[in-house]
């Protein structure tokens, strides 16, 4: 009868539950009773899993966690604790695919991506491992007389990271192999929305010997970046993401009397000379606007054209971002993944309406696909139309690339906008001449 039950079509039928990403706390996976929050994959907008999200309670929970492990972890000689991060580095190499495919179907980046950012994370690993040598200390005998000295390095305590989405596995490897040899007990507040690759760690930790209550994952908001900033036994805290934010976290921080660290946004410009070789100089520009969508705070986003360049780059330019292949990052032949989100993709589009209003007639630089309810975009070059593009160039992950095309200007001339902006192959052109 229990089976009859079982296979019946109106059971079969019935959708399964989404899976849910559990914070990571006193060595093992805790649900949590937040409210809950849609993991989506943005190739084809399926909703992969959900988050509860943490606050308070959690928090608390976990540096309770962090602190009573702290002890015996400090105590522990940095060769024992080095050895349990080479199981874990030896563990992330054996399963760097299966994290690799774990970020892809969150974050969207293509495989290759998601792949090299592994490889980044487990060289940082690699570093940490050889902590006991870093870790000695100094002695110089009669700095004065009687006097000798002599320098300790000693952990901190319970620690903290908040790290962004754009690279789930190799900015928290920034922080807690470093903090965790060093002798401290680590707290983990990934992105929500890409927060797999927080717990897939964990679990590997666990499997490596790490003790319980070493390293946490409380997944969030800022519900949960507050209670960490404000929890007294944090000693300290290290951020990376938007410069607003990293300005909140260090500010918050520091009045709360904790050491941090908070990196912001970042904002490249690649200046193209006369003399560059045009071929090489676009498939960089290609490469650094368009790898990872566009999502890393290391693409160039701004290539200055001096001279006549900008007339023979630009061709070229266009020609690479229309053959570019966008699809699903799983997608061999992909060369871009998706947007994060339909948020991300709208934004983009407000930057490209408020950096070249269009005429009639006239369409707009953003080619977008979509793969069921995914995003799939792709922004061409803007051409500069002058200091009102600023906004262009501030410190949003974003694909493409603003060019600003510069002549040699006399002495006392100035710049003027062309009347007109016109549209050549997928870029948008505002050119700039001169007059006296």
């Not at 349990?84 to 774990?102: C, I, P, S, T, Y």
């Not at 192999?177 to 992105?191: D, M, V, Y």
């Amino acid at each position: 009868m229990a089976a009859t039950t079982l296979d019946s079509p109106a059971v079969a039928a019935r959708p399964a539950a989404p899976e849910l990403v559990p914070h990571w706390i006193g060595g093992r996976a805790v649900a949590g009773a937040g409210a809950r929050l849609a993991v989506l994959n943005p190739a084809t907008g399926a909703k992969l899993r959900e988050i509860a999200l943490g606050g308070v309670e959690e928090v608390g929970a976990a540096v309770a966690s962090a602190r009573s492990a702290w002890r015996s972890w400090a105590d522990t000689p940095p060769l024992r604790r080095a050895r349990v991060l080479g199981n874990f580095l030896a563990l992330l190499n054996e399963q760097r695919d299966a994290l690799a495919a774990l970020i892809t179907s969150e974050h969207g980046k293509v495989f290759s991506d998601a792949h090299g950012e592994v490889s980044r994370g487990i060289e940082i690993v690699e570093f940490a491992c050889g902590a006991p040598q870093l870790l000695k200390g100094d002695f110089t005998d009669q700095v004065s007389t009687g006097i000798d000295n002599w320098t300790l390095r000693q952990p901190l305590g319970v620690v903290a990271g908040i790290t962004p989405f754009n690279f789930p596995c190799m900015v928290p490897c920034w922080m807690f192999p470093l903090a965790i040899a060093c002798g401290n007990t680590f707290i983990l507040k990934p992105s929500e929305r890409d927060p797999s690759a927080s717990i897939f760690m964990a679990a590997l930790l666990e499997k490596a010997g790490l003790p319980a209550g070493v390293f946490n994952v409380v997944q969030g908001d800022k519900a949960a970046v507050d209670a960490l900033l404000d929890h007294p036994e944090v000693r300290a805290v290290s951020f990376v993401g938007s410069t607003p934010i990293a300005h909140y976290i260090a500010q918050r921080a520091a009045s709360a009397g904790k050491r941090a660290q908070a990196l912001g946004g970042a904002k490249n410009h690649m200046v193209v000379m006369p003399d560059a070789d045009l071929e090489q100089t676009a498939d960089a520009l290609i490469g650094a606007a368009y790898g990872s969508a566009g999502e890393r705070c290391m693409a160039i986003s701004v290539a200055v054209l001096v001279g006549n360049t900008a007339d023979a780059l630009l061709p070229k330019l266009a020609e690479r971002a229309r053959r570019l292949r966008i699809g699903n990052g799983m997608q061999s032949d992909a060369e871009m993944g998706p947007i994060i989100s339909q948020a991300a993709i709208e934004r983009i589009r407000g930057y490209i309406g408020r950096g070249w209003p269009p005429s009639p007639g006239e369409r707009r630089a953003l080619h977008c696909r979509r793969s069921r309810a995914g995003v799939l975009a792709r922004s061409d070059a803007l051409r500069s139309r002058g200091p009102a593009d600023a906004h262009l160039s501030r410190g949003d992950l974003r694909p493409g690339a603003l060019v600003r095309a510069r002549a040699g200007f006399r002495r006392g001339s100035r710049a003027r906008e062309c009347a007109s902006a016109r549209q050549r192959r997928g870029l948008l052109h505002a050119r700039w001449q001169h007059r006296a």
